[in-house]
């Protein structure tokens, strides 16, 4: 090869090289930017009457996820068909990344589930405790989100306001 050969293949070589990098950049970085769920993250079904269940869908919101909300006068058939147990009920259910979310659970501890993926069915906060997302007020109670299992036992999966 002759040495002006050999200069031209360097500098193809060199180009390749910093194309190759600069493409590696662009789709690690939009990679990166990507949120856990796509689409309509949360799927929420609701009575039509409910404030607090439309303060946590603001809540939701404003934590950076796409809500679609179905109001249903009746939730009794949505409860039952997600398998949520009578004394794990809330006024809301909802759906997101293949989990089912009963109640005023905090945004941040349903990112923490959907980033660690847990073989769970979903996460609860039973009843309308004071002070948890939507149900703002004068004081804030403290509460447990549980994690339900698939055989319908629960854990604590966190606290709030201890």
Known sequence: MTKKQTKKSNKSLTLTTLLLVISTLVIGTLLLNQKT???ADVV???SPTCGCCSKWVD???DNGFSVEVHDRRN???IKSEMGIPRHLQSCHTAMVGGYVIE???PASEIVRMLRQKPSIKGLAVPGMPMGSPGMEGPRSDPYDILSIQHDGKTRVF???NQ
């Open 37 to 39: 769920v796509e689409a």
């Open 44 to 46: 929420v079904y609701k």
């Open 59 to 61: 809540h939701m919101r």
């Open 75 to 77: 939730m009794n058939p």
């Open 103 to 105: 109640g005023h659970v």
């Open 158 to 160: 966190a606290s709030k």
